[in-house]
């Protein structure tokens, strides 16, 4: 299918679709709801969420942007269920598992940030978007004090797929080891989050691991931090659509080729402090990384 398609209607249209793949995805398609609030005085959005990610579900029970949620009935594809409602209840499609809209420009980020790909993948021309901002919504009522002690960390991203294209995604098990040590060293406690096979990264009493916890919980405990480290990951994505804490995002040019425009991969916040070294994010100078938590 098509990324965009629009049939007819005559008062409130119905959308399916934005993305589906991953949690960082869904995150980046976010400023499509902008432009439908935008284009639209009313609008039923049914937004689908791949069975691979469907832990991210709780993110959107409470924007009310969105109608419904649809899991998709394939681990990471629609399925019939899913392509009969899309037939018999929708206006305007947009394909959730789209191809980069240029056959010619394979190397995208050398020219534009996730959010403006994303909108193009999806059918949208990112001029035509005011508001480039995802943003999500707390729906829990009282989270536990903010304490800018504490500092979150999401150290892996890819899923544990850590070498991209030859380079390291995400800083080595020996590098955060240093900078945990300074960290607490300054007076800091460490709260490590992410999937349950990452290796623990510290003996300190002033580091803790919370990798065991279900994906929203470790969300609700990262925002209750001073602020958070870590890579361009979909977590990352969604601390940044948030908008609450700063966060120092860790950057690498992973993606091949890549040799120009190198915060193309960075999440999206008015709160997001970006440190980038080519080759690997084990060339980020883990001093300015001090520098930048001395003045948080």
Not at 45 to 50: D, E, G, H, K, V
Not at 53 to 78: F, G, H, N, V, W
Not at 148 to 167: D, E, H, R
Request: proline share 5%; glycine share 6%; aromatic share 12%.
């Amino acid at each position: 299918m098509n990324s965009l398609i629009i049939r007819p209607f005559q008062d409130t249209p119905t959308i399916f679709g934005i993305r589906m793949s991953l949690i960082g995805d869904t995150i980046m398609a976010l400023p499509m709801l902008n432009y439908f609030s935008e284009k639209y005085e009313r609008y039923n959005l049914i937004f689908s969420i791949a069975k691979k990610c469907q832990q991210a579900k709780e993110l959107y029970l409470q924007d009310k942007r969105i109608t419904a949620i649809k899991i998709s009935d394939k681990q990471q594809s629609l399925g019939d269920d899913d392509y009969k409602i899309i037939r018999e209840r929708c206006h305007i499609f947009i394909n959730p598992r789209p191809e980069h809209p240029f056959a010619l420009e394979q190397n995208w980020y050398d020219y534009r940030n996730c959010v403006d790909e994303t909108l193009f993948m999806g059918g949208i021309n990112p001029d035509e978007v005011s508001d480039k901002y995802p943003k999500l919504y707390q729906y829990w009522e009282s989270p536990e004090k903010h304490n800018c002690k504490n500092i979150c960390i999401w150290p892996f991203a890819g899923y544990g797929a850590t070498q991209m294209a030859g380079v390291e995604r995400s800083p080595s098990k020996e590098w955060w080891e240093s900078l945990i040590k300074k960290l607490i060293s300054k007076g800091y406690n460490v709260f490590h989050f992410g999937m349950d096979n990452e290796p623990d990264l510290s003996d300190n009493k002033d580091y803790k691991k919370f990798t065991n916890l279900s994906f929203f919980k470790q969300v609700q405990l990262s925002l209750c931090c001073g602020f958070a480290i870590g890579t361009d990951s979909g977590s990352m994505w969604v601390l940044g659509a948030y908008n609450k804490i700063p966060q120092i995002n860790l950057l690498t040019n992973w993606q091949h080729n890549h040799n120009r425009n190198f915060l193309a991969l960075a999440p999206v916040s008015k709160k997001c402090i970006n440190l980038f070294a080519k080759g690997g994010c084990d060339n980020i100078n883990k001093e300015k990384i001090l520098e930048q938590v001395n003045k948080l």
